[in-house]
């Protein structure tokens, strides 16, 4: 190894796509028409756009190489099977469905296997699962530890399931829990790795009471670097090596291809169960398509086998991982409330934290991402009490945290476009007194977060402006 200390983008621009500036009227305008919802703000008039990590990141020349040698036959295209053969190989799993995105998996695997009244554990589900899952009338059950609910609790593994409670579920209702999922990294919960000793007890606990472990393992090479760097004796292995380690704990994954595996679309259903991948292939035929394509392109499948080859190198991961801890230690430093340790896909802020005279039914996520596009164009997600406070029955509830997540699209920000993003964020936590809460106008009776309509709060908390 050099004696140098920076870490660099492990790669060089090829093609450069040029963005509009846009001014800080033009953006409130922006907002008003996009009611105050980041997510209805059209990508042009976005700056640097951190709403997601998922499908946004950039390709690498392989990989665009590899579409021109896709084959699109119907049934049984080469591309399906090469996708299928690198899956299996990092994977370990028998049955290999390819669907279009993860919720498409995950719709598959629930609808097959969930009737009204059961309960699926997991650390964190994400808000995809979480609907899923409601939608079959069962419940989905967050068990993070609790080191996990606290942003500013420092804990290696903070995306580990409490297997204490864990236990005491099984004990209890495991006549009502069909399967129990691990998400790594956990998403909503900072981008948090989960240890390979934490799945083995999840296994145990699996074994003991006859129930299957499925992995909800959209940044699982994410997940792999962070159990190199920070389990005892793990220091040693591939990156590969480890991935097989944490799939051999499970019996089945949902992917979402558009994270790690680098695919700008795509996802898959892995089982080793004969029976139930039969079932959910039936359900994929209705739904997604033929089982060698499942929903995707021959294209897309070579994009997601090549991806998933180029994810595992270490250059890759010390460079991903570094980088969004770059982001993150730098707004550490700066005395702004973000989740720590600094996850792997995104650094999240702790808005509520950073706005204490915003109570959580007004939404302190969301005024913090409103304020980061009108100051400067960032987007960002808000992952609090818009995302997670309504609730199946109706009612409305304070989120367990009010977060607003900074998610990097892999392979496509350079360290100046973060150092633009650490000055905006700076500029509005120094105003944070200023900001004022919104209230929801109009929103569906679920995932609300992506179409809800709001409106902002003036200082006596009643509606000001449109
Ligand atoms: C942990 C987790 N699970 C599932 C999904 C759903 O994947 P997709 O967006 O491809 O449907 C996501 C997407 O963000 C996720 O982060």
Not at 6 to 24: A, C, G, L, M, Q
Not at 38 to 46: G, K, L, S
Not at 104 to 115: C, G, P, V
Not at 225 to 247: C, H, L, N, T
Request: net charge negative.
């Amino acid at each position: 190894m050099h004696p140098f200390h920076t870490i660099i983008e492990p790669f060089r621009i090829k093609s450069v796509e040029t963005w509009k500036f846009t001014t800080r009227e033009e953006r409130i305008a922006a907002l008003v028409r996009a009611r105050h919802n980041v997510f209805q703000i059209p990508a042009e008039d976005v700056l640097i756009d951190l709403l997601t990590d998922s499908g946004t990141g950039a390709m690498s020349s392989a990989q665009w190489g590899a579409l021109i040698n896709s084959d699109e036959s119907y049934a049984g295209s080469r591309s399906f099977y090469r996708f299928e053969r690198v899956v299996r190989d990092l994977t370990g799993f028998t049955h290999i469905i390819p669907t279009h995105q993860g919720r498409a998996a995950e719709r598959i695997l629930f609808h097959t296997i969930l009737h009204p009244g059961m309960i699926v554990p997991n650390n964190s589900h994400f808000d995809t699962t979480r609907a899923n899952i409601e939608v079959e009338d069962a419940e989905a059950r967050d068990l993070v530890i609790p080191e996990g609910r606290q942003p500013s609790v420092v804990h290696p593994f903070k995306g580990n399931i409490d297997l204490a409670a864990l236990e005491a579920l099984l004990d209890r209702d495991g006549d009502r829990v069909p399967l129990v999922m691990v998400t790594v990294t956990n998403n909503s919960g900072g981008g948090q790795p989960v240890s390979l000793a934490n799945l083995r007890g999840v296994r145990a606990l699996c074994d003991r009471f006859g129930v299957p472990l499925f992995l909800d393992a959209c940044r699982f090479a994410e997940n792999a670097w962070f159990v190199k760097q920070r389990e005892p004796g793990q220091a040693e292995r591939s990156i590969p090596d480890i991935v097989r380690e944490m799939a051999s704990y499970a019996d089945g994954m949902t992917m979402s291809a558009k994270k790690d595996p680098l695919g700008n679309i795509g996802g898959w259903l892995a089982l080793d169960d004969d029976q139930l991948a039969e079932r959910c292939r039936t359900m994929l035929i209705l739904t997604e398509g033929f089982p060698t394509y499942g929903g995707l392109a021959g294209r897309d499948l070579e994009a997601v086998a090549q991806g998933l080859k180029e994810v595992v190198e270490e250059d890759y991961l010390r460079y991903r991982i570094r980088s969004t801890a770059y982001l993150g230690d730098a707004l550490h430093r700066a005395g702004i409330p973000v989740v720590r340790p600094i996850g792997g896909h995104a650094v999240y802020l702790d808005a509520r934290a950073l706005l204490p005279h915003i109570p959580p039914l007004e939404y302190p996520g969301q005024s913090l991402a409103v304020a980061l596009y009108e100051a400067g164009g960032i987007r960002g997600c808000e992952i609090g009490t818009v995302m997670f406070g309504l609730h199946p029955d109706g009612s409305e509830g304070p989120a367990p945290m009010d977060l607003v997540r900074l998610a990097i699209p892999r392979r496509t920000y350079t360290q100046s476009h973060i150092d633009y993003v650490v000055e905006v964020v700076r500029w509005v936590a120094e105003r944070a007194k200023d900001l004022r809460g919104l209230r929801i106008v109009e929103a569906p009776p679920a995932l609300r977060h992506f179409t809800a309509r709001f409106s902002p709060l003036d200082d006596s908390g009643v509606r000001a402006g449109p």
